[in-house]
């Protein structure tokens, strides 16, 4: 793309692109992937957006913290982020636009559309600037918070407005889906981990199936080297620093509170030793121990963080509020949409 005027919003400008990509295709079929950087760090907004979230912000007790530690790092545990949901106004704001676009050109009923997004919320690290509460967790953790995302398909044609469904998915069922809402010949050998889910988007039910994700490495978000198996309501998470398990079963414990890894010793043992064959099958990477790893720096290193870190978080995060506060001396001038 070429260049816009000073301090043009990118997310508005990838609406706009794809409007006018719509507008050029709207006689033939056509393929569009928007993704927006929104919401991902830098967290930044305009001055308008920022003054209507921090006058609508809750108003905490003193004695309240938005943060808690949560085994690696701070967690954020309250929703009162103003510049943060200044970005994730502005997103909705594009998304709207290019809805708008379908309208206006007579495609809403003939269009798929998908929203998604790669990973929940970020509750820790980064701008440490959402909450996904009540799911534990966000981005990088190995809780439902970071995990489970928003994952909407609307298709008038297949679908129910305002409809929902229970079933886990995952983002790899986009492909086989798409293809068969097409009427294209399914792929198998491209989609292998992926299944059509045109049953579900018609009310009829798809195969159970056991779910997988393989995260060997640490984050700045403060996830840990772990891999997880779902099937049914029951997880089970296998850390790699220790070798223990968590298990949790979510229809009766969304939260993840209560593991039950040591009251049923024998599911867990199954599932572990059912996760350790599937990752051995897909050649899956382990990690390895790091040769320079000082218990001591480690310990200190946490020591500051439960201690400075959440200190400078809760100080920050406060001052946004405040109606005088300021962000760099350029921030502003950067990001005004208009004159």
């Known amino acids: 793309m070429e260049n816009g005027s000073p301090g043009e919003s990118l997310t508005l400008r990838l609406a706009d692109e794809t409007a006018g990509f719509i507008k050029q295709h709207q006689n033939e079929p056509f393929f569009a992937m928007l993704s927006f950087y929104s919401v991902h760090a830098p967290v930044q907004t305009t001055?308008?957006?920022?003054?209507?979230?921090?006058?609508?912000?809750?108003?905490?007790?003193?004695?309240?913290?938005?943060?808690?530690?949560?085994?690696?790092?701070?967690?954020?545990?309250?929703?009162?982020?103003?510049?943060?949901?200044?970005?994730?106004?502005?997103?909705?704001?594009?998304?709207?636009?290019?809805?708008?676009?379908?309208?206006?050109?007579?495609?809403?009923?003939?269009?798929?559309?998908?929203?998604?997004?790669?990973?929940?919320?970020?509750?820790?690290?980064?701008?440490?600037?959402?909450?996904?509460?009540?799911?534990?967790?966000?981005?990088?953790?190995?809780?439902?918070?970071?995990?489970?995302?928003?994952?909407?398909?609307?298709?008038?044609?297949?679908?129910?407005?305002?409809?929902?469904?229970?079933?886990?998915?995952?983002?790899?069922?986009?492909?086989?889906?798409?293809?068969?809402?097409?009427?294209?010949?399914?792929?198998?050998a491209q989609h292998v981990d992926g299944v059509s889910l045109v049953p579900l988007l018609t009310g009829d039910e798809i195969d159970p199936r056991p779910l997988y994700w393989h995260y060997p490495h640490y984050d700045n978000q403060g996830g840990e080297p772990s891999s997880l198996f779902r099937e049914g309501d029951w997880k089970l998470i296998h850390y790699y620093e220790d070798g223990r398990n968590e298990l949790y079963q979510l229809d009766q414990d969304p939260t993840e509170q209560s593991d039950l890894s040591r009251t049923h010793p024998a599911r867990t043992k199954r599932m572990a030793a059912q996760l350790d064959r599937w990752l051995h099958s897909v050649g899956a990477k382990f990690p390895e121990p790091d040769p320079r790893y000082d218990p001591e720096r480690t310990e200190a290193r946490f020591s500051r963080i439960q201690t400075e870190l959440k200190q400078r978080l809760e100080k920050s995060h406060a001052a946004m509020l405040d109606p005088n506060w300021q962000p760099n001396k350029d921030w502003w001038g950067s990001l005004q949409t208009e004159d």
Request: with cysteine.
């Open 47 to 188: 001055k308008e957006l920022w003054s209507k979230y921090q006058q609508a912000a809750p108003k905490l007790p003193d004695t309240m913290s938005r943060f808690k530690i949560d085994r690696t790092l701070p967690v954020r545990q309250v929703q009162d982020h103003p510049v943060y949901a200044g970005m994730v106004e502005t997103t909705d704001t594009a998304v709207g636009q290019v809805l708008n676009t379908l309208d206006e050109c007579g495609l809403t009923q003939s269009t798929i559309v998908i929203f998604t997004s790669d990973n929940g919320g970020v509750s820790s690290g980064d701008a440490y600037a959402t909450s996904n509460l009540p799911l534990r967790g966000g981005k990088g953790r190995q809780w439902e918070g970071g995990i489970r995302e928003p994952y909407y398909i609307r298709y008038p044609v297949k679908t129910k407005p305002g409809s929902t469904c229970d079933t886990p998915v995952t983002g790899a069922d986009f492909y086989p889906t798409l293809l068969e809402l097409c009427g294209l010949p399914l792929n198998p």
